[in-house]
T-cell receptor, first 115, second 110 residues
Framework: DAGVIQSPRHEVTEMGQEVTLRCKPI?????LFWYRQTMMRGLELLIY????????DSGMPEDRFSAKMPNASFSTLKIQPSEPRDSAVYFC?????????????FGDGTRLSIL | GESVGLHLPTLSVQEGDNSIINCAYS??????FIWYKQESGKGPQFIID?????DKRQGQRVTVLLNKTVKHLSLQIAATQPGDSAVYFC?????????FGGGTRLMVKP
């Protein structure tokens, strides 16, 4: 079965440029989560969606960050303009809802470097 | 707010020995707990989970123990193998959100 698919795997760009990260959740999963991982702060939840609707975006650092989920099989995380401090690994995760507890499943991330 | 702490940032074990990775959490509302394994260049990979109404759960070579009284859980890996080398995270859940601590790095010596 295909897991969570993220693209690109690596992105290097200059500060000030727009960056768009993409995620395809596991089919049938109705929750989607975006995380950021750095050495200093570990794994931080940025935003999550349920049935394509943003539920909690309190982890989004600032207005330069935005996320969308136009349909059940696709989500984007956009940074505009990007800054060097945005350099991190960004993970997308998904899970299904249900009566029993369901774990989140992670993609392999996008390693973002802002020069 | 929630805080998750790990007692041993790095654990080094001999191949074939058992490993125990500990995790403390602070949010008493946490009702579900997941252990993840993260290898270099990859995303966290689900290992095993446990609900708050349980105190022990076993998988293949792994056992998770939960002590809600002291807000502590542990991951035991039997007969540790080189392929077990990774960073391990416990992730308590409250509501829809998981909280990740800093992780414990497990190093397996051949």
């Amino acid at each position: 079965d295909a897991g969570v698919i993220q693209s690109p795997r690596h992105e290097v760009t200059e500060m000030g440029q727009e960056v768009t990260l993409r995620c395809k959740p596991i089919s049938g999963h109705d929750y989607l989560f975006w995380y950021r991982q750095t050495m200093m702060r570990g794994l931080e939840l940025l935003i999550y969606f349920n049935n394509n609707v943003p539920i909690d975006d309190s982890g989004m650092p600032e207005d330069r960050f935005s996320a969308k989920m136009p349909n059940a099989s696709f989500s984007t995380l956009k940074i505009q303009p990007s800054e060097p401090r945005d350099s991190a690994v960004y993970f997308c995760a998904s899970r299904r809802s249900g009566t029993s507890n369901q774990p989140q499943h992670f993609g392999d991330g996008t390693r973002l470097s802002i020069l | 707010g929630e805080s998750v702490g790990l007692h041993l940032p790095t654990l080094s074990v001999q191949e074939g020995d058992n490993s125990i990775i500990n995790c403390a959490y602070s949010n008493s509302a946490s009702d579900y707990f997941i252990w993840y394994k993260q290898e270099s260049g990859k995303g966290p990979q689900f290992i095993i989970d446990i609900r708050s109404n349980m105190d022990k759960r076993q998988g293949q070579r792994v056992t998770v123990l939960l002590n809600k009284t002291v807000k502590h859980l542990s991951l035991q890996i039997a007969a540790t193998q080189p392929g077990d080398s990774a960073v391990y995270f416990c992730a308590p859940r409250a509501g829809n959100m998981l909280t990740f601590g800093g992780g414990t790095r497990l190093m397996v010596k051949p």
